[in-house]
Structure formats: structure tokens, C-alpha cells
């Protein structure tokens, strides 16, 4: 039930990328930037290479590129230590979780948020579910999503699912996440394209992020 080793493998490039069906366009008016589940115990099962390391770099862009443009960076961390009845069926299929260490619950530091950036305590699959990521963000103005981090078929694809089915329009930042393998990875670039959200790569949305985007033709 523990969290897999990961072998090495090559990001997408924008060649790689599946045609979405959504006609939308990343706006930085528009954006909020979601930094994914970070944290050093889902991090630690990759090698020091590919895919992790140069995800990590793109996800410091993005960070960045938005803090630059004011574009809010929101975190998601899960809590070690978890309530067994809380943790629910996540349980069942990947164990007690996390302790409540620093080497387990701590963002990566290169990564890591600073004044104003807000960290969300994390809870299921995706980022929305018992927090109030959405409320923060409708606050805030922005009805796009972009999402980066780990892992791209499971927290990453369930979040921008929900962000779909709540009208908030999300982009999957395909060279700033990192999964189990490229297998999964595609699968969950292929499944937003065809079904929820628009996959890009990092240097399109940080030039959606440093330039004023087209708006939405939704």
C-alpha cells in the first residue's frame, strides 16, 4: 500500500500534447496557480532526475511568472498523522500516510510559499474537496485553474476534474507535473483533453502568466 519507486522518465514536450476539446485560453486575469502536494513524502520515491527534477524547476517558473503578475499560488499539504476514520478509504489503498515529520509533511523548499501565497490543508484526491479553494478563488475573481505538481493521475486529474464540473475552467501544466510513469502520465494528459480542461506546457503558461491573455471563447 506504500507509494511506489519511480523510475526515470522524459516529460511531455508540446509535441506530445493531445488537442483539447475546450477552446479555452489561459488569461492571467483570470488564473489562479495550484502547486500540488509538493511535499517531501510524495517527492522522496523519484531518482534525482527526470521527471521530478525538471518539474520542479518548471513549477518554480510558474511560482514565479504568477507572483510577478499577481496571479494568487495556492498550496495544497496534507497533515501527517491522519485520524484513521478521517483518512477514510484512502486507507485502504495507500496506508496510514504520512507521519507528522518535516521530512514527510515539509513543501519542497525550492518550492516552498511566502507571504501571501495560501496553503490549503489537504484531504482527498482533489484539491477542492473540504477546503475552500473555490470560495478563495471566486473571491479573488478568477475562474481558471492552472495546475502543476504530483501526481498527475490521481490528484492532479481528480482536481482539475472537479474544477470543470464547479465552471472553473483548468490547465494542466503537462512539463510541471510528475506521476508513477509517462503511461500514466499521458493517460491523465489525455483524459483532461477529451473530457475537462486544456493541457499545456510551461513556457505557454508562463507567457499566459507574463502577458494579458486572450479571454475565453466558452
Known amino acids: 500500500m506504500a507509494l511506489p519507486g519511480i523510475a526515470p522518465y522524459d516529460l511531455p514536450s508540446q509535441a506530445d500534447l493531445p488537442q483539447p476539446r475546450a477552446p479555452w485560453q489561459p488569461s492571467r486575469d483570470?488564473?489562479?496557480?495550484?502547486?500540488?502536494?509538493?511535499?517531501?513524502?510524495?517527492?522522496?520515491?523519484?531518482?534525482?532526475?527526470?521527471?521530478?527534477?525538471?518539474?520542479?524547476?518548471?513549477?518554480?517558473?510558474?511560482?514565479?511568472?504568477?507572483?510577478?503578475?499577481?496571479v494568487p499560488v495556492f498550496y495544497t499539504a496534507q497533515k501527517g498523522n491522519q485520524f484513521r476514520p478521517d483518512r477514510g478509504l484512502q486507507a485502504d489503498l495507500w496506508g496510514p500516510g504520512m507521519s507528522a515529520l518535516p521530512e514527510h509533511e515539509e513543501i519542497l523548499p525550492a518550492l516552498a510559499p511566502t507571504n501571501g501565497d495560501i496553503v490549503l490543508v489537504k484531504h482527498r484526491y482533489s484539491a477542492f474537496q473540504r477546503s475552500n479553494l473555490e470560495s478563495l478563488m471566486r473571491a479573488r475573481g478568477r475562474d481558471q485553474l492552472m495546475i502543476c505538481g504530483v501526481y498527475a493521475h490521481i490528484g492532479c486529474l481528480a482536481t482539475a476534474v472537479e474544477a470543470f464540473q464547479r465552471d472553473i475552467e483548468p490547465f494542466a501544466v503537462a512539463d510541471a507535473q510528475a506521476d508513477f510513469s509517462r503511461e500514466k502520465h499521458d493517460l491523465a494528459m489525455n483524459w483532461i483533453a477529451a473530457t475537462c480542461g486544456v493541457p499545456l506546457t510551461t513556457d505557454q503558461a508562463v507567457t499566459a502568466l507574463d502577458q494579458r491573455g486572450v479571454k475565453s471563447c466558452a
Request: with cysteine; aromatic share 8%.
Open 30 to 70: 483570470r488564473l489562479a496557480l495550484l502547486v500540488h502536494d509538493m511535499q517531501r513524502y510524495f517527492c522522496r520515491p523519484y531518482p534525482d532526475a527526470a521527471p521530478l527534477t525538471p518539474a520542479s524547476a518548471n513549477i518554480a517558473r510558474l511560482i514565479a511568472s504568477a507572483r510577478a503578475a499577481d
